[in-house]
């Protein structure tokens, strides 16, 4: 079993920053591969940003592209989601969500542990 643990969702104006941690603890957490999903109200969820199984890749939603930076803390087990330029329509759930060896980064079923999610909301 792997736990994830998100934290550092709040209420920001439009324009400002929030950054987002995940940490990772349980058996063999190091050993997956790590992604940040989001779920607006009357929406499905959706992948915003990702690494890939050897996290010398990242992958971003277009709508967060140079706005959100994943980044990771492997002595800490904690991974980050650096979110600048924040505007009304990144107001959602984040999740952290960990998959497995060789699955796909852009498949939700692919992440077979997920966080309990943290709100973000941006104000106008």
């Known amino acids: 079993q792997v736990q994830l643990v998100e934290s550092g969702g709040g209420l920001v104006q439009a324009g400002g920053s929030l950054r987002l941690s995940c940490a990772a603890s349980g058996r063999a957490s190091s050993r997956y591969a790590m992604g940040w999903f989001r779920q607006a109200p009357g929406k499905e969820r959706e992948l915003v940003a990702a690494f890939s199984w050897s996290a010398d890749s990242t992958y971003y939603a277009d709508s967060v592209k140079g706005r959100f930076t994943i980044s990771r803390d492997n002595a800490k087990n904690t991974v980050y989601l650096q979110m600048n330029n924040l505007k009304p329509e990144d107001t959602a759930v984040y999740y952290c969500?960990?998959?497995?060896?060789?699955?796909?980064?852009?498949?939700?079923?692919?992440?077979?542990?997920w966080g309990q999610g943290t709100q973000v909301t941006v104000a106008s």
């Open positions: 969500a960990a998959r497995g060896l060789g699955s796909s980064a852009y498949s939700q079923s692919s992440y077979v542990y």
